[in-house]
């Protein structure tokens, strides 16, 4: 299949993350969105993306553009695209969409349309029309209309990316897999150092952190995307890719990876997490409460994600889990990198530690921060923290 625009999505803040390693694939970056980054490619190169990107959310290659002012004329141009030669008229198809028009109020109704021009293409060239529901099994197609502007893409990722395949145990309020990558991406570590994760909760950060430094890609997990659906799949290109990624995993680590929480169930459920992932030789799970949670000798990485939310909490309860972090991190981690990622500021006051950085995120709606803090081991001049990336040097505040 020709070139054509690529969006890759992701989650508000992430974009600079992305662009790195969308970059890093050797793609080019043609514009830059709050939640997307846009470069261009083939098919081919979308499988790429796929197996490779951490902090995406799906892989979008654009099919077709147009104006449509209202329903009718959506389902008359969309009509008119050539279906028959990317989608098998055999095969399940789905359909997403993004809308903003005044015309539609419920963008079910425009899924409904553009999913009811296809099969009904099908159904007039052959007699026969392709299933069609809402899991994302076969094609995916992802409608994009502002306005009177609709773009039609072909969703190559499918499921999100997010669903590596591992969290087969997910826990109460989960981080997501793309959102565990992007902090740690942020926070500079490589494998080098140590990595340290109290209240690890289903083991996201932790496992993740693993797959980064052995070099594992984070789609050799899943056996469904997209583009394996479409018309002219290379499943023989699709097998080197992944031959290729799998000969350049490393078999072990240079620093250590911790990961502990108070719950024998989350312990439990991190072990299977990470056993699943592949990746639990490379992850020393303990059951302990955060402020016991040991530290090695050396430099690295202390990243915690404590609950924020009031359901998850009372209030005088989280103000001692925070200020009982700051105590942790100042106590025990100097020559560390601490980070906290939070979605609730004013909690996030309570640590008592002055912050390097604030990073925005988000987690779904919430607005968050992964909070940066130098501890340092003795004077300034013994920090043995780790040097922060070129991602962190832009310093995104």
Request: with cysteine; aromatic share 8%; hydrophobic share 35%.
């Amino acid at each position: 299949m020709r070139k054509s625009r690529i969006v890759v999505t992701c989650a508000k803040g992430i974009p600079p993350f992305l662009r790195e390693e969308i970059v890093s694939l050797g793609l080019p970056i043609t514009s830059e969105g709050i939640s997307n980054i846009e470069t261009e490619g083939t098919v081919g190169d979308t499988m790429r993306l796929n197996l490779y990107v951490r902090t995406g959310q799906r892989v979008l290659f654009l099919l077709n553009e147009f104006k449509a002012e209202d329903s009718e004329e959506l389902y008359e141009k969309i009509s008119r695209v050539p279906w028959e030669e990317c989608i098998h008229k055999d095969r399940q198809i789905s359909v997403t969409s993004s809308v903003d028009n005044p015309s539609i109020k419920d963008s079910r109704f425009s899924n409904l349309r553009c999913k009811d021009a296809i099969v009904d293409r099908f159904y007039k060239r052959f007699g026969e029309r392709p299933d069609s529901g809402p899991e994302k099994k076969g094609a995916v197609i992802h409608l994009y209309w502002q306005g009177k502007w609709c773009l039609l893409f072909l969703d190559t990722s499918g499921e999100p990316l997010s669903k590596r395949g591992y969290r087969k145990i997910p826990l109460k309020a989960p981080m997501q897999e793309t959102l565990a990558a992007a902090t740690i991406l942020a926070s500079g570590w490589t494998g080098e150092g140590n990595f340290v994760n109290p209240m690890c909760g289903s083991g996201t950060l932790a496992i993740e952190a693993a797959m980064m430094a052995l070099d594992r890609a984070p789609g050799l997990l899943r056996d469904n995307f997209g583009f394996m659906h479409l018309k002219g799949f290379d499943e023989a290109s699709w097998k080197e890719i992944r031959r290729r990624a799998k000969s350049r995993a490393k078999k072990s680590i240079k620093g250590k990876i911790l990961a502990t929480d108070i719950s024998e169930e989350a312990v439990l459920a991190a072990k299977q997490n990470a056993a699943t992932a592949g990746v639990d030789r490379s992850i020393q799970f303990d059951r302990c409460h955060y402020s016991d949670t040991p530290v090695p000798e050396g430099a690295g990485v202390v990243m915690v994600n404590p609950p924020y939310g009031e359901r998850l909490g009372e209030k005088k309860e989280l103000e001692e889990i925070y200020k009982g972090m700051g105590d942790y991190l100042k106590r025990k981690c100097g020559g560390y990198g601490g980070y906290i990622f939070t979605g609730n500021l004013e909690m996030a006051k309570k640590v008592g530690l002055r912050t390097r950085r604030r990073i925005p995120f988000f987690n779904g709606e919430i607005e968050c921060r992964l909070l940066e803090y130098d501890l340092y081991e003795g004077s300034r001049k013994a920090n043995l923290s780790l040097p922060l990336s070129s991602i962190n040097r832009k310093g995104y505040i």
